[in-house]
């Protein structure tokens, strides 16, 4: 059974910084691309970031390149996504999932095994 675990949500000042992280209890993690994904209320499900499986690649959305980073060390079977520069707009849950359909990072049809989510707020 694959569980995934985020954390690292809150409230924050716009301008502010969080980092998010996500667990994940995966056989052979490094085998698997992760993504973050955020969703807020009354929008569709947005893609955030994703790495490969070995870190050597990294893929963002447009509304969060030079903003966000995602990294992950498989030793710990964790992915992080550090924000920095956060606006209100980033006000959302924020979900890490499990790449495993497919070859495309960007949509979540691609995913499977995600978790609970996290909730991120960002104050004007």
């Known amino acids: 059974q694959v569980q995934l675990v985020e954390s690292g949500g809150g409230l924050v000042q716009a301008g502010g910084s969080l980092r998010l992280s996500c667990a994940g209890s995966?056989?052979?993690?490094?085998?698997?691309?992760m993504g973050w994904f955020r969703q807020a209320p009354g929008k569709e499900r947005e893609f955030v970031a994703a790495?490969?499986?070995?870190?050597?690649?990294?893929y963002y959305g447009d509304s969060v390149k030079g903003r966000f980073t995602i990294s992950r060390d498989n030793a710990k079977n964790t992915v992080y996504l550090q924000m920095n520069s956060l606006k209100p707009e980033d006000t959302a849950v924020y979900y890490c999932?499990?790449?495993?359909?497919?070859?495309?990072?960007?949509?979540?049809?691609?995913?499977?095994?995600w978790g609970q989510g996290t909730q991120v707020t960002v104050s004007s």
């Open positions: 999932a499990v790449r495993v359909f497919g070859n495309t990072y960007y949509y979540p049809t691609s995913y499977a095994f």
């Open positions: 790495i490969t499986g070995s870190g050597g690649m990294t």
């Open positions: 995966v056989r052979t993690f490094s085998s698997y691309g």
